[in-house]
């Protein structure tokens, strides 16, 4: 039976879980500033709680971004860290689709948009559409993006979504952050406001099942504004 430890730390929330033996167990607390000082601790306290050590581990999950800088850096340096000291192996896992992903395990939303508060007045943001996926006798839920992942201003992510069908879900700090939101109807309509890596666990199983992991040496976090920044320069693409 599949053993996932799951991290995130990309926003002001710092969590941790456990999927062992076919049950999960996390731990979530909101950590401004103080992740890296909270998040080892919180893996020893899940690890030994249950009775087993981290070598046990079969694949260790991350939250990869998008978040604050400093928190999604925190996240891949941690698991790169645990999966170079043990030689597992490591998959990262959007933090909007883990918003979606709660949000169907919690309401059964399959249409979700999820955005998180980027600050200068732009927001992280993504359009999902939960599709079912059989893996030999077991069902899982597969994430396709409508829109792909971005960093956009209000007005964008307003002007993208004009087209689209409005039977949503939205979830993330990103609806509650600017006005233009809400006075485009577009509002936090769930209690989902931050990931946590209890909801990773569920996309990253049928990952591991198909192979779909990374070394500890090819973990990377995604900023998204960084890939903007790039493109924005003369002569880039």
């Known amino acids: 039976m599949t053993t996932l430890l799951a991290i995130d730390t990309s926003t002001e929330a710092c969590s941790v879980a456990l999927l062992y033996k076919g049950e999960k167990t996390h731990l979530f607390e909101i950590a401004q500033r103080t992740h890296t000082k909270r998040i080892l601790p919180m893996v020893d306290d899940i690890l030994t709680n249950s009775g087993i050590r981290i070598a046990q581990i079969d694949a260790l999950v991350f939250g990869?971004?998008?978040?604050?800088?400093?928190?999604?850096?925190?996240?891949?340096?941690?698991?790169?860290?645990?999966?170079?000291?043990?030689?597992?192996?490591?998959?990262?896992?959007?933090?909007?689709?883990?918003?979606?992903?709660?949000?169907?395990?919690?309401?059964?939303?399959?249409?979700?948009?999820?955005?998180?508060?980027?600050?200068?007045n732009?927001?992280?943001?993504?359009?999902l559409m939960a599709e079912k996926v059989r893996l030999d006798s077991d069902e899982f839920i597969q994430w396709k993006e409508i829109i792909k992942e971005q960093v956009s201003s209000p007005e964008k992510v307003i002007q993208q979504l004009s087209a689209c069908d409005k039977d949503w879900t939205t979830v993330g700090t990103g609806w509650s952050a600017y006005s233009q939101f809400a006075l485009a109807d577009l509002t936090l309509n769930s209690n989902i406001t931050l990931p946590s890596a209890q909801y990773m666990l569920s996309i990253a199983l049928p990952l591991y099942k198909q192979k779909q992991w990374i070394s500890a040496l090819e973990i990377e976090p995604v900023y998204l504004r960084n890939e903007v920044t790039w493109k924005k320069l003369p002569g880039r693409e």
Do not use: K, W
């Open 122 to 127: 732009e927001v992280y943001f993504s359009h």
């Open 64 to 120: 990869r971004g998008p978040g604050s800088f400093t928190g999604v850096r925190v996240a891949a340096g941690i698991a790169q860290g645990l999966a170079l000291g043990t030689d597992i192996p490591a998959i990262g896992i959007s933090n909007l689709t883990a918003m979606a992903q709660q949000a169907y395990e919690q309401n059964g939303s399959i249409n979700v948009l999820s955005a998180i508060d980027a600050r200068m």
